[in-house]
């Protein structure tokens, strides 16, 4: 980018470092593109042009991602791909990450599936644990690259060790169903458990049918109730198709259970809503996660 572009757009687009650095003990967060609130944490008008001057990656990728949001009443998915070009050129992962959900979803770009298989490959080869993620998703799917369910099992498992929760869920939805992998519901249960106490509300709701099914564990109806309604507060708006879900299966479960077992269900959501809290700070950034 030329000086003078850089010059223009500090005028409405500033990040700041320091809020990607976490108080000692908390877990270290990366910015992705996705739910992000403009303005939340990561702003700092004294900070943009110096960064990006220098060439730092972090600065880039971040004024991609309020390009892509909006900032100011300004937003451009182009100008927000040219960023994070600049940045994956130069070997930052995050940015990679953000470049394959661009070209997945057609924004900025001519949407291509091939294209975003491999900016993920890519991240994910980097060590971004949602590229990783990313990449288990076209190897289940066939998108982008040939359909291999047990190479999507080894992206699912290395994005789950990497710290991505919702690799979790994948991973037990693979055990369930014998997809590149024998059968079992011990697996998926472990897994999905995992998952849920991760913070993910696939796993939570797949925690959910479990119990209310009995399938591998006694069924536990006052549980699955807690899991349906704790998932219900951790899905994310565009999440719409999953949480019509899980309100009309808790309704329909609800039903079911005598006042007294419902209250303990609520108690009991009350509970694992606490457990199962995001250990990122919200308050500094939204958790991003790159999903097709």
Known sequence: MKFLHIIFLCSFLCVSL????????????????????????MLDPENLSSL??????RAMNNVGLLWAKGFDGKQSFEEAVKWWNAAALRGYAVAMNNLGMAYANGHGVEKDIKQAFDWWLQSAMAGNAWAMN?????YETGEGVVKDYVLAMSWYQTAADAGDPLAHFNVGALYQSGRGVTTSSVEAFSWFERGAFLGDPFSMQALARIYRDGDGQPSDL????AWYEVSLKRFKVHDEGDIRISKAESTELSAQLSQDDRKRAAERADFLTNLTKPAQDQQALEEGESRI
């Not at 990607?20 to 303005?39: C, M, N, P, Y």
């Not at 990006?52 to 990656?57: H, L, S, W």
């Not at 990313?134 to 076209?138: A, F, I, K, P, R």
């Open 222 to 225: 006052v549980e699955a109730l």
């Open 134 to 138: 990313s990449v288990g998703d076209c």
């Open 18 to 41: 320091a809020s990607a650095q976490v108080e000692k003990g908390e877990r270290k967060q990366e910015e992705t593109f996705t739910d992000l609130e403009s303005g939340k944490g």
């Open 52 to 57: 990006v001057q220098r060439g730092d990656v």
